[in-house]
């Protein structure tokens, strides 16, 4: 008889890893309505200046993860987070003060340094609550931050830079995540061991099925041996591509519909939400199967390659025809969110606990890469080609890559039944 879970580590502990990621998404995405919305007027930024500082976050951002990781894993995600939500809240808040634009590159590469062990820490937090039958849904309800906070943040910052002004846009913006890191600390605890809304039988039955996992899955001595294996190299490449069409899409969305006849920055926030609320529907749908059928490669490229044909679309029809392009723009951005729940359920199950955490973390860092490469070459191509065609093949031919490494690399990544095969790491028997 299958033992029953407690239900109450949902409606305890997912809202609040949800608020967290959506005010972290928040302060890291919203440099694109401030730009959109008369900063860059203001500050005298050129559109390559623009480009950058859009992208420097993700330079910051690429340096911290796997220390983070390693932190969080050994010692307390709950003390990092908390440390991180102020220190990010305060540069945030900052952003809105500053009336040099030198002050505003390194502001935007702390915030990236500072927000760098947020997503692995609390990849790492959740791997400790949820067992691998639960893992892609609750991993898709922390990530489900960001598209919902792009969501209701593409509308309110329009109305809020419409009001009072890019600055204050910024601030009032930033001083959230300083308010929650206190109610961050007084709500979770880092194991279940050491929650006391959880009974003994419990936490006991929690223990053992997260026990139970790791028995199925070989051995890996530490982090050297982790970071050479197949697997991860090739999702390492693979989340890098991903992330330059997705980075490139949230940072210059606004930019480019602002740039169509007859549009102000409030229709743009209006506008600019709509990919979000398909990529929430897209999410929830490709976790949940993806948990009920235990198969993660089937949701993951077939919507990147959806996502590359949209953009592809895009480019094919056009300037000329704006709503047809904005549909495809709509579904690109759908289809590039929906497999993230199914994604960062793959490495848990391929590698045991104590290098795991800096698996994903090493992966995530390498989509910083990519974040920075797509935020940056999509606004230096919209500023030098004057279009957004040059923009919309490149994060096209990003996808398609993306979509054929991820087949490449789960191929024979699974575990096997029997605990003593080899090849459910993407390891040799000579690299082990």
Known sequence: MKTQLAKSRWLRLI???????????????????????????????????????????????????????HYAENRSAKKLIFWSLILWGGLATA??????????????????VVESAVMPSMLVFLSH????AERSRANTFLILGNPATVLWMSI??????????????????????????????????????????????EKRDLQVELEKEQQGIKPVKNYAEAFRSKTVILLSAQYALWSIGVYGFVMWLPSILNAAPNMNIVKTGWLASV????????????????????????????????????FL?????????????????????????????????????????????????????????GSFAGSYFVGYLNGTTGGFGASYMFMSGSLFLSAILTIIAVKGAKPKKRPESASSLGITQKEA
């Open 15 to 69: 809202p609040v890893v949800f608020i967290t990621y959506s005010l972290a998404y928040l302060d890291r995405a919203n440099y694109g309505f401030g730009a959109a919305g008369g900063m860059a007027e203001d500050l005298h930024i050129t559109a390559s200046m623009s480009a950058l500082l859009g992208s420097l976050f993700f330079l910051g951002y690429f340096f911290f993860q796997v220390p983070g990781a």
């Open 95 to 112: 952003t809105g003060m500053v009336s040099d634009v030198r002050f505003l590159i390194v502001i935007r590469f702390l915030l990236g």
């Open 129 to 132: 609550w949820f067992t691998k």
């Open 156 to 201: 309110l910052s329009g109305y809020l830079i419409e009001s009072v002004g890019w600055r204050w846009m910024f601030i009032l913006e930033g001083l959230p995540a300083v308010v929650w890191a206190f109610l961050w600390w007084k709500l979770v605890v880092d194991e279940p061991k050491d929650a006391k809304w959880l009974s003994d039988g």
């Open 275 to 310: 990919p979000y609320v398909l990529a929430i529907i897209g999410m929830l749908s490709a976790s949940y199967f993806s948990d009920k059928m235990q198969n993660r490669t089937a949701f993951v490229w077939p919507f990147l390659l959806i996502g590359g044909f949209a």
């Open 313 to 369: 679309g895009s480019y094919m029809v056009g300037t000329s025809h704006f709503w047809l392009s904005f549909v495809l723009l709509i579904i690109a951005g759908g289809a590039m969110y929906a497999p993230y729940g199914p994604f960062f359920a793959i490495i848990p199950e391929v590698l045991p606990r104590n290098v795991a955490g800096g698996a994903m973390a090493l992966i995530n860092s390498m989509g910083a890469l």
